[in-house]
């Protein structure tokens, strides 16, 4: 029984670290690279852009970090 309870709680913490990556990246890497290599003008003050940024990567690491807290619920 512990076999599948320790399968759903290694899935479950996947998706958790899947959903942090991609809020980093599409909230964090991505309006940044734009704007550094000047592929779109941000429509927002380049202050805000850079908190909304550190904002992202703070939710981010948050959720990751939520993730590994589950993986210490494997049991032997």
């Given at each position: 029984?512990?076999?599948?309870?320790?399968?759903?709680?290694?899935?479950?913490?996947?998706?958790?670290?899947?959903?942090?990556?991609?809020?980093?990246?599409?909230?964090?890497?991505?309006?940044?690279?734009?704007?550094?290599?000047?592929?779109?003008?941000?429509?927002?003050?380049?202050?805000?852009?850079?908190?909304?940024?550190?904002?992202?990567?703070?939710?981010?690491?948050?959720?990751?970090?939520?993730?590994?807290?589950?993986?210490?619920?494997l049991q032997?």
């Open positions: 029984m512990y076999l599948v309870q320790n399968e759903r709680t290694k899935l479950t913490a996947a998706w958790f670290s899947t959903l942090a990556t991609a809020i980093v990246t599409a909230g964090t890497l991505a309006p940044l690279v734009a704007a550094f290599y000047g592929l779109s003008t941000p429509s927002i003050g380049s202050v805000y852009l850079v908190v909304m940024a550190v904002a992202c990567f703070i939710i981010g690491l948050t959720i990751h970090l939520c993730a590994r807290m589950l993986l210490g619920r032997e």
